[in-house]
């Protein structure tokens, strides 16, 4: 007897294999990439709520199916590697750790054609405990498994059963089958469609021939495909020659991935049709890596850039790669997260960097244009300046359109001619204080004259649209109940007193510090973000 064989305590590892980090998600695509493994063409996913709150998914497909001895294999904790290495399959312990993930006991029913016997095996993960060894169940088939075998599978194919289903959902619910547990239980199949038609959308997609079709339904729902790169109204900017990425091996071979970037179009520049197809997140910025055809991560930068961030939200990577560069990405057993190393997030940072500023740079291009066109508020400090005829003020005495000049008395004295914008016929509700597009000295605020008609003109501060002040701070502002009333009436307190105490002689110094406060400004925004729909909405930083 050899004293160094070790056997594993069966229940306490059985069960630590549930912890394994499974989502329902990334569970369900790991019994679907079996069923894709096995050749299937349509694959059918059913999520069951039974009156007592008992809790089913079904997994029907009408792939190969298994004999008896082969099933026996696959039932195996790290079942032997798969004849054809590309397939889905990876480590052999998808179907077990993947279902325990979800269920204390999954089942599996399979057969290989309408004349073959069905083989059955069940796991328990209860049974396990109490027999403390590695036992399985071999149960007669029911008259409702022959049933579901038929309407999933047809006359062959897997059916895949779980059952005891604690971590379906992520709580209990008081009234257990009741109509708050059964809106979960849509919910979850409505969040799986949208997993699934992104992770197999090659294999949904019958135009997309780099992967063989195959028909998935989820809750007799059957599932569309979603490209996240809406290669339709999307720019792919790297060229044929960058497209291809030699990884050399610690054995000394050398393989091959591919890589395509895409630069989605603003969401200002779509239709709302559009906009829900390319559905453009700050989360869906990033890598989309594709391992045998099939998405296995999505979103995020993976070390080559930095955090994510809305600047950046309209570039999305394409990275795919064979089964034969699963060591190089450190593959994890879920087949749902991968590694890159130094040396290739270094080349891929290179190779990416110009796409990376440019899509940032139309993002920013878009984003001012829209804010500049957005514009903010001012009505409410006219109003109190109206208001407030007490404030100190230059009496204007004329005003010429032509020449931008006017004559006033102030501090200075009477009669003191001034170069400055001339504002006839504006709306009443913006005369002492307008937000324009027409600074072109790059100055946040300009002192003007303004009259509702062509006489009578009062001093007034024409606000920079332009400036990033007005574009970052005062959107925000006006978006989330900032004092945009406060900085209006500062601004215009500034202007005001400008051509109250100058004259000809200080204007240019008057121009200068103006100039150096719109400046300084301008830099001390410079690492500011322009703000994003959430916040326009006036969601609080930390919200949803």
């Known amino acids: 007897m050899n004293d160094l064989i070790n056997q594993p305590d069966a229940p306490r590892l059985i069960y630590g294999l549930r912890d394994t980090g499974y989502s329902f998600n990334t569970a369900a695509a790991d019994i679907i990439d079996n069923s894709i493994a096995a050749q299937a063409s349509e694959v059918q996913v059913r999520i069951e709520l039974a009156e007592d709150g008992r809790k089913f998914v079904f997994f029907g497909d009408n792939g190969d199916g298994m004999s008896g001895t082969a099933l026996f294999s696959a039932m195996r904790y790290g079942a032997p590697a798969r004849a054809n290495l590309a397939s889905l399959g990876k480590f052999g312990l998808g179907l077990k750790t993947a279902s325990s993930a979800v269920c204390l006991k999954f089942t599996v029913i399979s057969r290989t054609g309408p004349d073959a016997d069905f083989a059955k095996l069940a796991w328990d993960l209860e049974w396990v405990e109490s027999q403390n060894q590695w036992e399985m169940l071999r149960e007669p088939m029911t008259a409702d498994e022959f049933e579901l075998f038929d309407e999933l599978c047809g006359e062959k194919g897997t059916l895949v059963i779980w059952s005891k289903c604690d971590r379906l959902l992520s ?4 009234d257990p089958g009741g109509a708050r547990e059964q809106a979960a239980i849509r919910r979850l199949g409505e969040r799986m469609i949208e997993h699934v038609a992104l992770v197999y959308h090659r294999f949904l997609d019958t135009s997309d021939k780099r992967e063989r079709n195959v028909a998935i339904s989820v809750n007799g729902t059957p599932v569309n495909a979603w490209n996240p790169f809406y290669p339709e109204k999307s720019d792919q900017v790297l060229s044929p020659k960058q497209q291809q990425l030699e990884i050399e091996l610690d054995d000394g071979t050398v393989e091959t991935a591919y890589i395509n970037a895409w630069i989605l179009p603003h969401r200002r520049d779509m239709t709302k049709d559009e906009q829900k197809v390319a559905n453009i997140t700050n989360r869906g910025q990033g890598f989309y890596i594709y391992r045998e055809g099939r998405v296995i991560q999505q979103g995020g930068w993976l070390g080559v850039f930095g955090v994510i961030e809305p600047h950046y939200s309209l570039l999305r990577v394409e990275f795919d790669f064979s089964h034969k560069l699963d060591e190089a990405f450190k ?3 879920k087949k749902s997260k991968i590694l890159f190393d130094p040396a290739l997030e270094e ?7 110009p796409i990376y500023r440019e899509a940032g740079n139309r993002y920013r291009r878009t984003e001012r244009k829209a804010a500049v ?22 009496s204007v005495e004329s005003a010429d359109p032509s020449q931008r000049t006017a004559t006033v008395s102030n501090n200075r004295g009477s009669g003191i001619k001034l170069r400055v914008p001339v504002d006839t016929n504006v709306l ?5 204080v ?3 597009e027409t600074i072109t000295s790059g100055d946040l605020w300009e002192p003007a004259m303004r009259s509702d008609g062509v006489s009578g003109f009062v001093a007034g501060v024409r606000i920079n649209k332009h400036h990033d002040f007005y574009l970052k701070i005062y959107q925000r502002a006006a978006a989330n109940g900032y004092a945009v009333e406060g900085i209006d009436l500062l601004l215009w307190a ?3 007193a400008e051509n109250n105490n100058v004259n000809e002689e200080l204007e240019p ?17 410079r690492e500011v973000s322009l703000p994003d729909e959430r916040e326009l909405n006036g969601a609080e930083e930390g919200e949803d």
């Open 373 to 394: 066109e957005r514009g903010v508020d001012h009505g409410s400090a006219n109003k109190v300046i109206g208001n407030t005829p007490a404030t100190a003020k230059p």
């Open 347 to 353: 080349a891929l940072r290179t190779l990416l960097q």
């Open 509 to 525: 110094i008057f121009e200068d510090i103006r100039n150096e406060i719109s400046t300084n400004l301008k830099k001390l925004l």
């Open 171 to 174: 709580k209990e619910y008081d």
């Open 494 to 496: 500034f202007a005001v």
């Open 434 to 436: 307008d937000a324009v």
């Open 428 to 432: 009443p509700g913006t005369i002492h």
């Open 331 to 333: 593959v994890d057993v």
